[in-house]
């Protein structure tokens, strides 16, 4: 069984649309990441959180919002999509500890094409 | 603050020729937890192997590691290569108090294509 579920999986949108890319995980992790993936970027974190009611802000948290409104559920929102936000978007989750304990479990990804 | 650096963006072998991956990192803690990850097209990205041990080879399904603390290094190796290992590689820090606020700092990812 999947630990980390995306959805959607594909995403078309029109600039200026809102857009919300929902995560789901079983791991009972606290923590839970939204990255995108470029080519020649690689996985840049947006925003992550550290538990129901928590969002902090990445390296590229600009034009995105997160919501994290319980343990197993974490949102990225889009509020007016941009063609630049046109990427693959990764949710992971991890027991958000250092060292040893902070591999991170990815899920399958939304492709998101802003036209 | 830390940072990961994969020189490599693309590496394009020979089946059967050895593979070797380059990873150095920077952080000013010495506790340095290092991680390889891999991403196969149309899959997650999921854990190859990890290691904060100082010059202990840490290895999983054919590929290899060596984290050495005095050159910042954590290169990943396999002795041939194999068209089944085309993907992209990444490497990853953490701290061992998780003052990067629990979080990985990725490198940029080095494409590994496999030929035959």
């Known amino acids: 069984e999947a630990a980390v579920t995306q959805s959607p999986r594909n995403k078309v949108a029109v600039t200026g649309g809102k857009v919300t890319l929902s995560c789901n995980q079983t791991n009972n992790h606290n923590n839970m990441y939204w990255y995108r993936q470029d080519t020649g970027h690689g996985l840049r974190l947006i925003h992550y959180s550290y538990g129901a009611g928590s969002t902090e802000k990445g390296d590229i948290p600009d034009g995105y919002k997160a919501s994290r409104p319980s343990q197993e559920n974490f949102s990225l929102i889009l509020e007016l999509a941009t063609p630049s936000q046109t990427s693959v978007y990764f949710c992971?989750?991890?027991?958000?500890?250092?060292?040893?304990?902070?591999?991170?479990?990815f899920g399958p990804g939304t492709r998101l094409t802003v036209l | 603050g830390d940072s990961v650096t994969q020189k490599e963006g693309l590496v394009t072998l020979t089946e059967g020729l050895p593979v070797m991956l380059n990873c150095t990192y920077q952080t000013i803690y010495s506790n340095a937890f290092l991680f390889w990850y891999v991403h196969y097209l149309n899959e997650s990205p999921r854990l190859l192997l990890k290691?904060?041990?100082?010059?202990k080879r840490t290895e999983h399904q054919g590929f290899h590691a060596t984290l050495h603390k005095s050159s910042s290094s954590f290169h990943l190796q396999k002795s041939s290569a194999q068209l089944s290992d085309s993907a992209l590689y990444y490497c990853a820090l953490s701290d061992l108090y998780g003052s990067s606020g629990n979080k990985l700092i990725f490198g940029i990812g080095t494409l590994l294509s496999v030929k035959p």
């Open positions: 992971a989750s991890g027991e958000g500890t250092g060292g040893n304990y902070a591999e991170q479990f």
């Open positions: 290691s904060s041990t100082d010059n």
